[in-house]
């Protein structure tokens, strides 16, 4: 065997282990989703179920008294859809302001955005917690998905990044044939930026997804509970934990996920990739 095709084996094999070893826990899920509730953990170093049961997923789906996962499933949807269209436009304008245009104080502010990252979500909830109570928002997705309209740092640095790379002589050029900044924005910048974009609509859906803590906080209904909260629910430091049927639709909420990821991949490490290529 060459030297360069011994080089690529192992480094495929290495790749591959890796791999293995990171889906592993996704692996072991989906087998447990398929075992009796009382052996998920005796058998736990078993990966095929014995015997093999589909039952979780149908009392899993049964949801809890009214309310089917389905219905949940429709809250997280709603939820998320309002949350990435927020964060859309209001990051992509922010970012464009940032990145062409000049105004007393934006590098400043531009430093105080980026110094909000550093903040951990807890050191704000309290205070956001207060005013969403005093505006009577509470039991509502207002204040999860209000915030989302006024930006994320995160995605306005990475935007601001992108728009970085693109020649200025193209909004030159636009200025010359006549248009003002709101159509720079809206037909030089963001056709260009469409990378940048499926990069922060992929991560706000996973994150939105995955939401438990915002939820938690401001959602008291069970018809209004997300996934992330109805899984918390098969859960109970009272009676039996149904570790079956939460595991069960498990499975079934990493569906989407991993629909959306293998779709808008290569988005993700285009978007990423070349926000870094300019500062």
């Known amino acids: ?19 293995i070893l ?3 826990p996704v692996f072991w899920l989906v087998m447990s989703s398929f075992k009796l509730s009382e052996r998920i953990f005796v058998t736990a170093d078993q990966l095929i179920p014995d015997p093999f049961v589909f039952s979780n997923y149908a009392q899993g789906w049964e949801g809890f008294g009214d309310y089917g996962f389905g219905t949940f499933i429709t809250n997280t ?21 940032f990145a062409r245009l000049n105004f007393a104080g934006r590098n400043f502010w531009f430093a105080i955005m980026i ?26 997705l207002k204040p999860l998905v209000v915030p989302a309209y006024f930006g994320h740092p995160f995605f306005i640095f990475l935007l601001v ?25 809206y037909r030089i910048i963001l056709p260009l930026i469409v990378p940048a ?4 609509a992929i991560f706000t859906f996973y994150w939105t997804w995955d939401n438990l803590l915002g939820p938690v906080l401001y959602l008291n209904s069970p018809s209004k ?21 939460m595991f069960a639709m498990s499975v079934v909420s990493l569906v989407p996920v991993f629909i959306i990821f293998f779709i ?4 993700v490490v285009e978007g990423i990739s070349t926000s870094g290529l300019k500062g």
């Open 22 to 24: 990171l889906l592993y």
């Open 225 to 245: 509970y997300t996934v992330s909260m109805a899984l918390n629910m098969f859960l109970s430091n009272e009676t039996v934990s149904n570790w079956g049927a």
């Open 197 to 200: 974009l499926a990069t922060t």
């Open 264 to 267: 808008f991949q290569r988005y």
């Open 1 to 19: 065997m060459q030297p360069k095709n011994l080089k690529r084996l192992i480094y495929h094999v290495i790749v591959g282990g890796f791999a």
């Open 115 to 140: 110094m909000t990252l550093m903040l951990p979500y807890e050191v704000v909830m309290i205070p956001q917690y207060i005013i969403f109570a005093q505006l009577e928002w509470l039991n509502s």
């Open 161 to 185: 990044q992108f728009i970085r790379t693109i020649p200025r002589e193209l909004d030159e050029a636009a200025i010359i044939d006549g248009s003002n900044i709101f159509g720079i924005y």
């Open 77 to 97: 949807a709603i939820f998320v859809v309002l949350v990435l269209i927020g964060h859309l436009i209001s990051c992509s304008l922010i970012a464009f302001g």
